[in-house]
């Protein structure tokens, strides 16, 4: 979701709402962060660009720059302020919905209407509480899309700049224990009109110039949000995904070294590298991975694949894990060949006593599966999707692991 702070300023045209390809704004107004993210959050799952406000002159600050669809209005507290939020947007000419959020039958809430119909303001029905994900999603229907927002081809120098990109979070979990073992740090980029957009949208070729910026924003932002991790839960183990040819950079590894945290709960960053990058290049990567070591960085190999023979005859194995590529994880229970495949990975791991990831989980029958031949960790939808930072630290860090349907 988008803090207040970080808004960036821009002109959107009206629009209306409905079926369209620009994604609804909303801003959601309560007094308590707490609550105000978890409404953004759920709303964001819903389709929406989700901002915050705790006051009427944060409202004020955020209309000058944003013309929002809607605004949910929280009244648990005391009611002046929201007094004042519905005199501001009437101000304002705000042109949207307000949905109220309310105990039923409270004063308050008929206090709020009212003022709300006398302003002018259109205001759907009180969403009343308690309330869950679906009674939400069916106070907010009329405004959710109904058609995708659009993938729009991106410039990576664009989007550095305006401080569009960060970083997504999906957690890794260990196959016996059902205890998490870190995340895979996943870019994202935050468009300020198509939402959330992808990867493909916006990665550059390999050997752009692009591609070793974003590889350094990366580096940086995976260490600011390890300490914000550590100061809300604890330590927790990330990884992330650089090119070879990053690592082939002196300078740039210097630098990489640099910037590892002297903080006594550090237990390393795990950079995750292409399989056919490693096997092109694989005594040069070898020599590089067994100096890094002593930095507290460690290397896996990602996107293990039918070619795994080639790392057989390696003599030295600095390699921390090898990690199954998807295509031969997602659906393998009921698949022979896949799972023949995988059984050579493991074997191949185990005789250098490196641990393994089955990349893909998407069932509990693939989950089964990965136990039954032997997997250290598994990470894949079964266990949830990649999220944003703070709705990471809030769900992903502090609820038990669950294996959903």
């Known amino acids: 979701m988008t803090d207040l702070a970080a808004a960036h300023p ?203 910026n974003l590889s350094e924003f990366i580096i940086a932002r995976v260490i600011d949000d390890w300490r914000y991790f550590i100061e809300r839960n604890g330590p927790v183990d990330l990884a992330i995904n650089l090119p070879a040819s990053f690592l082939r950079d002196d300078a740039a590894m210097r630098v990489l070294c640099r910037r590892m945290p002297a903080h006594p709960a550090f237990n390393g960053l795990l950079i995750e590298l292409q399989c056919a990058e490693v096997i092109a290049d694989l005594d040069r990567i070898v020599d590089i991975v067994r100096r890094i070591r002593f930095h507290n960085i460690a290397v896996s190999i990602k996107n293990v694949g039918a070619e795994w023979p080639a790392l057989m005859e ?32 493991i074997d191949l791991a185990g005789s250098h006593r490196v641990r393994t990831v089955a990349e893909g989980i998407e069932s509990r029958a693939d989950f089964a599966t990965a136990h039954q031949l032997g997997f250290d960790i598994a990470q894949g939808f079964l266990f949830g999707e990649a999220m944003a930072p703070r709705k990471f630290a809030r769900t992903a860090l502090r609820r038990p692991v669950t294996l959903s349907a």
């Open 10 to 212: 821009l002109s959107v045209p009206p629009t209306a709402f409905g079926r369209r390809n620009l994604r609804p704004r909303i801003c959601v107004a309560d007094n308590k962060p707490h609550t105000r993210a978890f409404l953004a959050d759920t709303l964001e799952d819903l389709g929406f660009i989700a901002f915050e406000c705790g006051r009427a002159a944060d409202l004020r600050t955020l209309l000058a720059t944003q013309r929002l669809d809607l605004v949910v209005l929280s009244l648990f507290a005391d009611g002046i302020e929201a007094g004042k939020i519905l005199e501001t947007l009437a101000e304002t000419g705000f042109r949207g919905k307000v949905l109220p959020i309310a105990t039923p039958d409270s004063i308050l809430a008929h206090a709020t209407r009212q003022t709300a119909r006398e302003r002018g303001l259109n205001v759907l029905p009180t969403l009343q509480t308690p309330f869950g994900e679906d009674s939400l999603r069916h106070g907010v229907a009329s405004l959710i899309p109904t058609e995708a927002p659009p993938s729009p081809a991106v410039d990576v120098a664009e989007a550095l700049k305006a401080g569009w990109l960060e970083l997504w979070y999906q957690r890794k979990i260990d196959v016996r224990t059902l205890v998490p073992r870190g995340a895979e740090a996943l870019i994202r980029m935050r468009h300020p009109t198509w939402g959330v957009v992808l990867p493909a949208s916006f990665i550059p070729e390999r050997g752009d110039i692009g591609f070793h």
């Open 314 to 345: 390696q003599p030295v194995f600095p390699f921390a894990e090898l990690k199954a590529d998807r295509q031969f994880v997602t659906g393998f229970s009921g698949d022979r060949l896949k799972q023949t495949v995988c059984r050579g990975i």
